[in-house]
């Protein structure tokens, strides 16, 4: 993934609605809850790009079952949210 790389999300206009008014409600701004929700998606599609590119180099039969475990685990505690 590149530092420098823009990314942009649509979210839903109801959704962005919802954000704003619960923030608004707690008194926060909205675009830092904007920015947490963005983080999270790129922090999950990339331990699922990371995953893909694991089990993509173990090529078939060569993981045991306990490493595939451990992939398995490792892509949910990446994917988890905070």
């Given at each position: 993934m590149r530092k420098d790389a823009v990314?942009?999300?649509?979210?839903?206009?109801k959704t962005l609605a919802a954000i704003k008014r619960v923030a608004a409600a707690n008194g926060e701004d909205a675009s830092a809850w904007g920015r947490a929700i963005i983080e999270t998606e790129l922090r999950r599609d990339l331990a699922a790009i990371q995953l893909r590119d694991q089990l993509r180099a173990a090529g078939p039969g060569s993981?045991?079952?306990?490493?595939?475990?451990d992939i398995v685990h490792e892509a949910r505690r990446a994917t988890r949210a905070r």
């Open positions: 990314y942009r999300m649509r979210v839903p206009r993981l045991t079952e306990d490493e595939a475990v």
